[in-house]
């Protein structure tokens, strides 16, 4: 990070300009992220509309956070089945679900779990992703979903940011014609309930 850099006085030329180079690229995908969101909300919707596997979209972010999860001891589990599909757009869909995994690999406990499991319904798909981790309380639980919004205690102190991530999930959802809601109880985990609809086209 900027700060580790920053703070070490042994770090060497090479080390900043690693460092730059990955600064470099975590703001060109910011970039591309905020180039997506502005034309999502000209329009309210997402184009192009895409067909989307869900389950291995969610498979791969998975796999993506494997070293993550590994070095905060979680255990992450996706429900088998047959595969779920929606559409959109799958770089903006799989910011919004690795916000949310990100969150309850962070937010655990050494040996805790996140679990994903989807439930295809009539008119939409209901994917949850259940954690062990620390827990909200209700206060909090009204607010997660605000732009700069950051819970305070051991959260801010565990995993820093700007508190954009879940306000940024939000607002893809929404983009989707889907929601997002939470449940969590302190100090045994939490629970987030994202609901997308299925296309017609695809049944």
Request: with cysteine; net charge negative.
């Amino acid at each position: 990070s900027v700060e580790s850099l920053q703070d070490n006085p042994e770090t060497t030329r090479e080390e900043y300009r690693d460092g730059l180079g990955v600064i470099n690229r975590q703001l060109e995908r910011l970039k591309q992220l905020i180039d997506d969101l502005l034309a999502m909300s000209g329009s309210g919707t997402i184009e192009p509309r895409e067909k989307i596997n869900l389950k291995v979209m969610i498979a791969e972010i998975m796999a993506a956070m494997e070293p993550v999860a590994e070095q905060y001891q979680v255990a992450l589990h996706q429900e088998a089945g047959d595969d779920v599909y929606c559409t959109g757009k799958e770089a903006l869909l799989s910011r919004a679900f690795s916000n949310v995994i990100e969150n309850a690999v962070r937010y655990n406990h050494a040996g805790g779990e996140v679990t994903i499991v989807f439930d295809e319904r009539q008119n939409d798909i209901l994917i949850t992703i259940k954690d062990t981790g620390i827990g909200m309380a209700q206060e909090e639980l009204t607010h997660i979903f605000e732009a700069f919004y950051r819970i305070e205690r051991s959260r801010s102190r565990h995993y820093g940011g700007a508190g954009l991530g879940l306000a940024i999930t939000a607002l893809i959802l929404e983009g989707h014609g889907g929601t997002i809601t939470a449940e969590s109880t302190p100090g045994e985990g939490s629970s987030f309930m994202i609901k997308l609809p299925k296309s017609p086209t695809f049944e």
